[in-house]
């Protein structure tokens, strides 16, 4: 019971791979956080797919 290799699995924040906070998990903070979260908004407008006209007022 004193293998070094035997430690447990360092998670690290997906954004900048730095170890987590338990607190902001899965991210180091709440820079990453919001970061991971525009990536996601901005992954998402550029997704190809039907094209809704946001002002398409009825005649
Ligand atoms: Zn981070």
Do not use: H, Q
Not at 27 to 55: A, H, I, K, M, Q
């Amino acid at each position: 019971m004193s293998t070094p290799n035997e430690r447990p699995v360092i998670r690290r924040c997906p954004i900048c791979r730095k170890p987590r906070d338990p607190a902001f998990t899965p991210f180091c903070s709440t820079r990453c956080r919001d970061r991971d979260l525009v990536n996601w908004l901005e992954e998402g407008y550029t997704l190809p797919g039907p094209v809704v006209d946001p002002e398409g007022d009825p005649p």
